[in-house]
């Protein structure tokens, strides 16, 4: 197969730079490493999300903390199992529904989540360390805007 004239040719108009995937993508690269450094305590990135909404809003459906943490209802599942496996969440039929499976903190889950949160903050604002107060502030909230 040869190459057309218009797949070699440079365009005038096209930046990768410019474009939000590639700068999303280096800004998550950024703060995936700083994560990690600060985050000792042995969790990923989607099991610090569930176990931070679990101390946010405290026992919950499974389903309703997948939704919550932007996690599909499989990945969840995983989650959930490899958390109560490590003992940091336990697990029970819902009282009015057997087939919904409520999820909570056990007493290691809130404490490693405790030390976590804080993990989590040194490592959000070491990712925010190049904005200004404003900056960060309007980062997000449009971030929200394209998220929701």
């Known amino acids: 197969m040869t190459a057309d004239i218009s797949d070699t040719?440079?365009?005038?108009?096209?930046?990768?730079?410019?474009?939000?995937?590639?700068?999303l993508r280096l800004a998550l690269q950024r703060h995936t490493a700083i994560f990690f450094a600060h985050m000792d305590v042995g969790l990923t990135q989607t099991q610090y999300a569930v176990l931070a909404r679990l101390w946010e809003l405290g026992e919950s459906s499974q389903n309703e903390l997948g939704r919550s943490a932007a996690i599909d209802s499989a990945?969840?599942?995983?989650?959930?199992?490899?958390?109560?496996?490590?003992?940091?969440?336990?697990?029970?039929?819902?009282?009015?529904?057997k087939r919904r499976r409520m999820v909570s903190l056990t007493r290691l889950g809130r404490d490693t989540v405790d030390a976590a949160i804080a993990k989590g903050q040194r490592s959000n604002e070491e990712t925010l360390a190049p904005l200004t107060a404003t900056e960060r502030k309007s980062l997000i909230a449009l971030l929200g805007k394209l998220s929701d």
Do not use: C, N
């Not at 040719?9 to 700068?23: H, N, T």
């Open 75 to 97: 990945t969840i599942w995983g989650v959930v199992q490899r958390l109560q496996t490590a003992g940091l969440v336990a697990t029970k039929a819902h009282p009015s529904d």
């Open 9 to 23: 040719v440079p365009r005038e108009d096209y930046a990768l730079d410019e474009q939000i995937g590639f700068r």
